[in-house]
């Protein structure tokens, strides 16, 4: 099974974007969605996460601006975002966890907001 992640591009200052992330085939229903993004030169980071009971958390850095939402019928998870700006540019990579059973990572989708 791979995560397949879309939605990707190059947007304006302000602009907006949703990213949307499913996997290849049947999985069990993942404890635990997330969506994290790496920069050049910088480590990999947490953008959102969402628990299968809709527990959400949103780094410092996106609160306000980015929405976790997720389908549990189709094991989808979503990432609205909007009011970009240049330091959000990066991979963003989903992630989909369920305890005991699997991790899986998704191939990253690029997202470049210019100035």
């Known amino acids: 099974v791979q995560l397949q992640a879309s939605g990707g591009g190059l947007v304006q200052h302000g602009g907006s974007l949703r990213l949307s992330c499913a996997p290849s085939?049947?999985?069990?229903?993942?404890?635990?969605m997330a969506w994290y993004r790496q920069a050049p030169g910088k480590q990999r980071e947490l953008v959102a996460s969402?628990?299968?009971?809709?527990?959400?958390n949103y780094a410092d850095s996106v609160e306000g601006r980015f929405t976790i939402a997720r389908d549990n019928a189709k094991n989808t998870v979503l990432l609205q975002m909007s009011k970009l700006n240049p330091e959000d540019t990066a991979a963003y990579f989903c992630?989909?966890?369920?305890?005991?059973?699997?991790?899986?990572w998704g191939q990253g989708t690029q997202v470049t907001v210019s100035s």
């Open positions: 085939g049947s999985i069990l229903t993942p404890n635990l």
């Open positions: 992630y989909m966890r369920r305890y005991g059973a699997y991790i899986y």
């Open positions: 969402i628990t299968n009971l809709g527990s959400i």
